[in-house]
């Protein structure tokens, strides 16, 4: 069966930390560009990291880029986002998807395949 699987999702302190994961079955992550997206209660969908075919990274806005680390794993087939120093309002469903290319602005774009979603909430 050909999916994207998220996990580790959770409720975390604010200035916690977490590492979602985004495992592929029945293709290979290697060289496909990916990205993780997050949708908050009430709001659109946005991108917040992209991984392209070469794995270089671009995230969506300056806070995101030091505080999130989008990485490969290929002997795993699975991306990973760590995310550090969360704050309330990183509070969200968070998505992985593949897709053509990365945008430069931390989305992937194009042919999207998406997961199911894992819930993050940054509460104390």
């Known amino acids: 069966q050909v999916q994207l699987v998220e996990s580790g999702g959770g409720l975390v302190q604010p200035g916690g930390s977490l590492r979602l994961s985004c495992t592929a079955s029945?293709?290979?992550?290697?060289?496909?560009?990916i990205g993780w997206f997050r949708q908050a209660p009430g709001k659109e969908r946005e991108g917040v990291a992209c991984m392209d075919s070469v794995d270089t990274s671009t995230y969506s806005t300056a806070s995101i880029e030091g505080r999130f680390t989008i990485s490969r794993d290929s002997g795993e087939n699975t991306v990973y986002l760590q995310m550090n120093n969360l704050e309330p309002v990183d509070t969200a469903v968070y998505y992985c998807?593949?897709?053509?290319?990365?945008?430069?602005?931390?989305?992937?774009?194009?042919?999207?395949?998406w997961g199911q979603g894992t819930q993050v909430t940054v509460s104390s």
């Open positions: 029945g293709f290979t992550l290697d060289y496909k560009p």
């Open positions: 998807a593949t897709g053509q290319y990365c945008s430069g602005y931390g989305s992937v774009v194009d042919n999207l395949f």
